[in-house]
């Protein structure tokens, strides 16, 4: 399984840092990204990191984060983190990460082998 943390409550400009921790596999293995889903709006895709080269990988149709957010992991703590600079109010949401075995999936954005609960970001002004 994955399990979120580091969510909470900032103003408009402050950082966070979000943890992924994994149990049960190595996320050196597979493919982990972050998603976000934003109250009353679909899920929307963040961030992924390949396990085997550490490649990171944004969508393309999310501009607005390139420059304040980066993915990256520490394989021996077996985390995957999502930092955030510059938060917005447009970035409160939950945030999730993912994972799949299949390195590909960070440009498909189907991860489907594991998914955590999330953790709640709000930002406010």
């Known amino acids: 399984p994955l399990v979120e943390s580091g969510g909470g409550l900032v103003q408009t400009g402050e950082s966070l840092t979000l943890s992924c921790k994994a149990s049960g596999f190595k996320v050196e293995n597979y493919a982990v990204a972050w998603f976000r889903q934003a109250p009353g709006k679909e899920r929307e895709a963040v961030l992924c990191?390949?396990?085997?080269?550490?490649?990171?990988?944004?969508?393309n149709d999310n501009s607005d984060i390139k420059g304040r957010f980066t993915i990256s992991s520490n394989n021996a703590a077996n985390i995957v983190y999502l930092k955030m600079d510059g938060l917005t109010i447009d970035d409160t949401a939950v945030y999730r990460c993912?994972?799949?075995?299949?390195?590909?999936?960070?440009?498909?954005?189907?991860?489907?082998?594991?998914w955590g609960p999330g953790t709640q970001v709000t930002v406010s002004s």
């Open positions: 990191i390949r396990g085997d080269d550490g490649r990171t990988y944004y969508r």
């Open positions: 993912a994972a799949d075995r299949s390195f590909s999936a960070c440009t498909g954005w189907q991860l489907r082998d594991y």
